[in-house]
């Protein structure tokens, strides 16, 4: 049954300014709805509008709403936040010190209010140190432009930083029944424990999630218990884990609704969390759910980043017996693995690895979780593999895989079979969002294993590769890169360098970027004539291996300093990297070759002289 519900009620009020068919009136009329309803807090932000130029658009909104009410507009506290902008409708982070002070001041015009009740931090920036903006959000308060200050959108690792600088009250997290992120994490938990405001929104799982809430049958049932609707349930259910959920009405008739609460039995409660397990981590003490560390039965989880050399060490694990589990290879998602790892502990396989990205903790606490549940510790081994070798691994899977390297599009559809393509982009987001793994999380222990390359039988080869523009060839006319056949002119020593190292025994081969292929300033049948009167001119056939793809950020493998040309190169013809000798001109020439393992030599010293260049 509905009963009015005690406690804070609380609403988001983001839709009622970047909904499409927003309408200002009826805003009004929603908020006032909510208010009659006993909402007593609105979450809010400078950033809640369509693009920069109306920044505070949902402050200003919820002023004017709270000015006309007819009710105590003295109970209803107002959290904001400030960390994000919006240019041209975009979400882009600002976590600046000056821009933080701006943007609270600006906050409090728009609220019309001396002192903020809660401000919160909208999300980190990237670009710069958390820190600064958790002191800057303290200096703040200090002042006395806050109240109270909070986060919102942050990690475990991050909620920490931050408590040990500047006293935290609230810290809002995204949390649904889909979204568990923030309960396996460890953020709800630590808030608990603290006593810290936990704010939830997308609560309901977004606009996506109605199919969802009318589709899910433990919802349902429990809803159909009560005379209630499936939203309404998951609000209780949120609740019920000490959260305070914040909906987002857009109408009068929903807001008006968010007074009466469902009342969960223990049963109700039991159900939904056998639906949604990760609610265990909360509700259930750790030393109820942790199996003896000596219990029988060995679940390792291998973790590291796309191209760690995951699948090597779980293989020799596989080969002792073990039974593995691997998203690569099963296809799927993430949590696909866990119904599979509960078949087989069931089943009574005690030995089991997984072996996948797992960055998060709360990626990680759901195998530990599922571990648990059948009595069985788990342990995890960490791959510290560096950037560069990662980047090798992804570019030779790939080649083994597709044969080729694969370019932007064509890894976008490859990567709905193959999770194992992944672009340059991915391997960098891993390193910011990669969450280092702690006994903490409740492993047996955490065993770091350093990448080691191996040696491969049979790669010997010796071989001298060279960026072409600039190291061997330049142009006559001045541009970039040579435009036709009759622009070619050799640097000074090229031709006498390279036949030389031909006479030698050397492998000679060159790199090169054609980004006039993509902007449509050369065909790609004008780019190889260039190269070929390039070779006639050397004297000599040379395996050249360039980039047709457009400038910008890299969003391929086959660009200078990302290493799948030279990863091509050394798979053609077999070479060690170790025995190779590159010639470039530039800092990414030298952190082509850091890459790849090759000595780097400018062209001065490689064909200016007859010495060996690896000497």
């Not at 080691?452 to 523009?469: A, E, H, M």
């Not at 970027?513 to 070779?535: D, I, L, Y």
Request: with cysteine.
């Amino acid at each position: 049954m509905h009963a009015r519900g005690p406690g804070a009620l609380a609403m988001g009020a983001m839709r009622l300014s970047t909904a499409p068919d927003r309408d200002e009136q009826r805003a009004i009329a929603t908020l006032h709805a909510a208010f009659d309803a006993g909402v007593t807090l609105v979450d809010t932000a400078d950033a809640y509008c369509r693009d920069a130029a109306e920044a505070g658009h949902n402050e200003r909104l919820i002023a004017r709403a709270l000015a006309a009410w007819g009710g105590d507009a003295s109970r209803v506290r107002v959290a904001t936040k400030g960390g994000l902008t919006r240019p041209e409708g975009r979400w882009v982070a600002d976590g600046r010190a000056r821009h933080l002070a701006a943007a609270c001041e600006a906050s409090r015009r728009a609220l019309g209010v001396e002192r903020i009740h809660l401000y919160q931090l909208h999300a980190p920036d990237p670009r710069t140190p958390f820190a600064t903006s958790v002191r800057a959000l303290a200096a703040l308060q200090k002042d006395g432009r806050v109240e109270r200050i909070g986060l919102s959108n942050v990690s475990l690792g991050q909620l920490r930083e931050a408590l040990d600088i500047a006293p935290i009250t609230a810290v809002q997290v995204e949390l649904s029944p889909w979204q568990d992120a923030s309960l396996r994490g460890g953020v709800v938990d630590l808030c608990a424990r603290l006593g810290l405001l936990v704010l939830a929104h997308r609560p309901l799982g977004g606009t996506e999630g109605r199919r969802r809430l009318l589709q899910d049958t433990a919802l349902r049932d429990v809803a159909e218990r009560h005379g209630a609707s499936p939203a309404d349930v998951v609000l209780a259910w949120l609740r019920s884990l000490g959260v305070v959920p914040l909906p987002g009405p857009t109408r009068p008739e929903t807001a008006s609704a968010l007074g009466l609460t469902v009342s969960l039995s223990a049963e109700d409660v039991a159900a939904l969390d056998a639906r949604f397990p990760a609610a265990r981590v909360v509700r259930i003490p750790r030393e109820a759910r942790r199996p003896p560390d000596t219990a029988a039965g060995d679940v390792v989880l291998v973790m590291g980043t796309a191209g760690a050399g995951k699948s090597t060490l779980a293989a020799g694990l596989a080969a002792r017996g073990y039974a593995r589990l691997n998203r690569d290879e099963a296809g799927g998602r993430l949590a696909e693995l866990l119904p599979a790892l509960d078949a087989r502990l069931a089943a009574g396989e005690r030995q089991v690895v997984l072996d996948n990205t797992y960055l998060s903790r709360a990626s990680r606490n759901a195998v530990v979780e599922a571990a648990w549940a059948r009595g069985v510790p788990v342990r995890c081994l960490w791959l510290e593999t560096s950037l560069e070798d990662a980047q090798v691994n992804v570019v030779q899977r790939m080649l083994e895989r597709h044969g080729r390297l694969l370019g932007p599009e064509e890894m976008k559809t490859a990567a709905r079979r193959d999770p194992g393509v992944v672009g340059p982009g991915v391997l960098f987001r891993h390193r910011r969002e990669l969450e280092p793994p702690d006994v903490e999380e409740g492993f047996v222990r955490v065993d770091a294993v350093p990448f080691v390359r191996s040696t491969r039988p049979g790669f010997d080869g010796r071989g001298l590769l060279f960026w072409y523009d600039g190291v061997v060839r330049r142009s006559a006319s001045g541009a970039r890169t040579p435009i036709s056949p009759d622009d070619v002119v050799l640097m000074p020593g090229a031709r006498e360098a390279v036949q030389r190292h031909l006479q030698e025994g050397w492998i000679v081969a060159g790199v090169s970027w054609q980004p006039e292929v993509a902007s449509g300033a050369m065909t790609a049948a004008e780019a190889a004539a260039v190269f070929t009167r390039t070779h006639e001119l050397l004297g000599a056939e040379i395996d050249a291996v360039w980039c047709p793809h457009a400038d910008g950020p890299p969003t391929c493998w086959c660009r200078k300093p990302l290493p799948g040309l030279g990863v091509v190169l050394v798979e053609r013809h077999r070479l060690d990297p170790a025995r190779c000798v590159y010639v470039g001109r530039d800092p990414t020439d030298r952190a082509f070759a850091r890459t790849l393992g090759f000595t780097y030599r400018e062209a001065a010293a490689v064909f200016g002289t007859g010495a060996d260049p690896l000497q």
